[in-house]
Every structure is written in structure tokens, then in C-alpha cells.
């Protein structure tokens, strides 16, 4: 079974930082593609961040500079460094691992808001 779980999701003020995490179970960690993705109300789903199997990143356009991905494949784990928050970053934020299949995490909130 299959599993993504998020963590580090809260309300920050505007300027702040953030730290995500997103630990899988049940997968070969190391050989899958992961990425980030949010989803504000009353919007679809957008990828932020994503990185490969061989650690190659990739970020939308709206949080280069402000925010990094990375991975440690001994602990399962990927993470998402936001910094300089905008209150526009306010989303709910998904945990995604693709290779044969994709998965989908439960979603962490995120408030940027003073």
C-alpha cells in the first residue's frame, strides 16, 4: 500500500518561511520522479516544483528564487523550502510520486496571511 504523507504546513505571515515534507511508504522512493503541486480556492491543481530520480528540479515560474525542492532518498522523504511567502502561495499543497503509477498525497494547508 501505498502512502504520502505531508507535513509542515501552517499559517506564516507574509516574508516568512516554511518547511514541507513528504515521506513515502510502500515504494521504491529512489527511482521515482516527486513533485509538489498546490491548489488554491477556486483554482485547479498547478505543479510548484518537481524533482527527478536523478535530482534534476524543476519550478514553476511564480516561485523560482523563493523556493527550493530536494530530496533524501535514505529517509523516504522530499521537501519544499519556501521562502519569502506571499499570501498568493496560500494553497493547500500536494506531495506527488510518478514513475509506473501516481500517487497522490492528502495535502498540507498553507496560509500566508498577516
Known amino acids: 500500500q501505498v502512502q504520502l504523507v505531508e507535513s509542515g504546513g501552517g499559517l506564516v505571515q507574509p516574508g516568512g518561511s516554511l518547511r514541507l515534507s513528504c515521506t513515502a511508504s510502500g515504494i521504491t522512493f529512489s527511482v521515482y520522479h516527486m513533485g509538489w503541486y498546490r491548489q488554491a480556492p477556486g483554482k485547479q491543481r498547478e505543479l510548484v516544483a518537481g524533482i527527478t530520480s536523478g535530482h534534476s528540479s524543476n519550478y514553476a515560474d511564480s516561485v523560482k528564487g523563493r523556493f527550493t525542492i530536494s530530496r533524501d532518498n535514505a529517509k523516504n522523504t522530499v521537501y519544499l523550502q519556501m521562502n519569502s511567502l506571499k499570501p498568493e502561495d496560500t494553497a493547500v499543497y500536494y506531495c506527488?510520486?510518478?514513475?509506473?503509477?501516481?500517487?497522490w498525497g492528502t495535502g498540507t494547508l498553507v496560509t500566508v496571511s498577516s
Open positions: 506527488n510520486a510518478q514513475k509506473v503509477g501516481s500517487y
